[in-house]
């Protein structure tokens, strides 16, 4: 059989060598180059069959990015008259809506290569191609190669470099995945000796205090969270489970019997965005314990699990773009979305990342609020295996949660009062500028010079993180009938995402938009609803760390959330939204009326005189 393909190998070679656009065309100008592989990839010595699909993404430059932008920002800032009005699927998508020079160029091109889409994102803007791995070596001057990641032992398809016709370049942003080697991140909670976000497992029973085992009943209690069922129509709460991360149903009984029997019956939904089946029956630690605090802190609010199936290749960016990509083409965006899975800045690199955060943005912009976990190794990043191998070098920025559309949650410890956990990754972005919903904040920290030994190690005008924090360690949830331990911002994450959606209950129940994008009121009006931690720190890459400190600071953020207080904050964004709206009403209003008020005296006045 291995002989009989050969003809077809030849034949398939041949006719790739006689596309135009192959390697040596004359038309393909190098987009990107490395000189060799990262440190830590590999190339693996198996060949790659030249019939093997390939699937590309070419991403094109949208048409009105700082329009998405300013529209974000003004349905979420409480001082502006269009807070809460939220954009349509259709707006959203006609701001970033691909510019039609554009279309036309690329899709020309690829018609002129034999190539068509398999399928496009929601707004047009993503080309999604599936091809043989031959042909688009030919389209793209490449030579992709598979390589392995060896601390993950993962195996990914790139290239070293790719190019595309000279005429193209002002059409495509870029190609993925071409020359982006991004290691595969790990689960955000998993038994290890070597992260710092690991569990242990104890006796369920072991302890009935707060300050050592965290349940629903303690974050209720310490947060003021209210323990009645939401009643709102319309409300969500959505967590993502990436590597085949997936919950179970009994997992989730057996905890709500023990931690929550008064609301034992309740379940959720699992969406995976591949349409593959799911077996609930066992679960894996992050997804279960992200629904189980879900469920068992929102009660009554619907939570769904949103799961990528493919376990073999670990946890890839992949996955957080396929993720937003699935709920940006949705008719209606979650309400409220938790990740607890990062990756580095320094990893993703800035092309992808300002792309994946504007699609962040687009759901912020439809009512969603976005919020992700800060990390977990302090000043060095995200799941760094080694905090001091940044030692001497700049601090590392984790993201998503660097993105300035998202809400980034860092982690406490410690009840009364509560401690900056000093795993809690926070410091400021080196490719974001700080957005200036926060630059008040931020900058009184700064001002306070504390921070003159890391000079020329973060970068004080990049986006700062976390935006607030919760309580983060000695979570008991259920794993397979067992109970267990865990801690991490994982943690501390989808409890705040749960306190958000019953927030957005209260505000679904008058007939109020939800809250969407947290971060321009959390800013504005929302410090005084945090409890603020003012000790801790958050050391790594050989250093101490940031200081924990009076007001906002880079590992615990603006504070601990109160639900009542927050109430507070947002009945009254919406009454002041209300007076804004009155008084430019009346200002639309009177000046017609002045109009017509005077052009009928006048009309009055000269018939008059006629007579």
């Known amino acids: 059989m291995r002989f009989a393909a050969l003809p077809f190998f030849l034949s398939l070679a041949s006719a790739v060598n006689s596309l135009p656009g192959s390697v040596g065309d004359s038309e393909l100008v190098i987009r990107s180059e490395l000189p060799a592989a990262p440190k830590g990839f590999v190339p693996r010595t198996l060949a790659v069959l030249p019939d093997e699909l390939v699937h590309l993404t070419i991403a094109l430059p949208q048409s009105n990015v700082s329009g998405l932008h300013a529209a974000l920002l003004e349905v979420s800032d409480p001082d502006h008259p269009n807070y809460g009005r939220h954009l349509s699927k259709a707006e959203v998508e006609q701001l970033v809506a691909p510019v039609p020079e554009s279309v036309k160029a690329v899709t020309e091109w690829l018609n002129s290569k034999g190539v068509s889409p398999a399928g496009t994102s929601a707004s047009g803007d993503m080309l999604h191609l599936r091809v043989p791995t031959a042909h688009a070596n030919a389209l793209f001057g490449a030579n992709f190669t598979m390589y392995m990641h060896e601390d993950t032992n993962t195996t990914m398809l790139r290239t070293l470099s790719y190019a595309v016709p000279e005429h193209l370049h002002e059409h495509i942003k870029y190609v993925y995945p071409t020359t982006q080697f991004i290691p595969p991140t790990k689960q955000a909670m998993f038994h290890s000796s070597n992260s710092r976000t690991r569990r242990t497992r104890r006796d369920a029973g072991a302890s009935s205090s707060c300050e050592d085992t965290m349940t629903p009943q303690c974050l209720q209690a310490m947060y003021n969270i209210p323990s009645a069922p939401a009643t709102a129509q319309n409300n969500s709460l959505y967590v993502t489970g990436l590597g085949g991360q997936v919950a179970s149903t009994s997992d989730l009984q057996a905890f709500l019997h023990q931690l929550r029997p008064d609301i034992e019956h309740n379940s959720f939904n699992t969406i995976p965005i591949d349409g593959s089946k799911v077996d609930t029956s066992k679960g894996t630690d992050e ?12 009660t009554g609010v619907p939570a769904t699990l949103l799961t990528s199936a493919n376990k073999s290749r670990g946890i890839i960016l992949e996955d ?292």
């Open 287 to 298: 997804a279960d314990f992200d629904i189980q605090y879900s469920v068992g802190l929102a």
């Open 320 to 611: 957080l773009m396929d993720m937003v990509d699935f709920l940006l083409a949705q008719d209606e965006a979650p309400l409220v979305l938790t990740t607890s899975y990062l990756f580095t800045e320094e990893d993703v690199g800035k092309e992808l990342a300002q792309s994946i955060c504007n699609a962040y943005a687009q759901l912020g912009a439809r009512g969603t609020s976005v919020i992700f976990s800060s990390g977990d190794c302090g000043v060095a990043g995200g799941f760094l295996d080694d905090p001091a191998s940044c030692e001497d070098k700049p601090f590392v920025p984790t993201f998503p949660s660097t993105c300035p559309y998202v809400t980034s949650v860092g982690a406490t410890e410690g009840i009364n009062p509560p401690v900056a956990a000093s795993f809690t990754s926070g410091g400021f972005s080196n490719f974001f500028p700080r957005p200036s919903y926060q630059d008040g904040a931020v900058q009184t920290y700064l001002d306070r010079g504390t921070l003159a030994a890391y000079s020329g190690r973060y970068n004080a005008a990049g986006r700062a993180y976390p935006d607030v924090s919760a309580h983060g360690v000695d979570y008991l949830y259920n794993l397979g009938g067992d109970f267990a331990y865990a801690y991490g911002t994982s943690t501390s994450t989808p409890a705040f995402a749960s306190l958000v959606a019953l927030l957005n209950d209260r505000l679904l129940n008058v007939g109020k938009a939800p809250l969407g994008f947290l971060n321009p009121l959390l800013y504005s009006r929302g410090a005084g609803a945090f409890t603020d931690v003012t000790s801790g720190s958050n050391p790594g890459c050989g250093t101490d760390g940031f200081p924990a400190d009076v007001g906002w600071d880079p590992v615990s953020g603006l504070g601990t959330p109160d639900f009542d207080k927050l109430l507070d904050v947002v009945a009254g964004a919406n009454v002041a939204r209300n007076a804004q709206n009155g008084a430019t009403r009346t200002w639309v209003i009177s000046p017609l009326l002045v109009f017509a008020w005077t052009f009928g005296l006048s009309f009055g006045l000269i018939y008059g005189l006629m007579l």
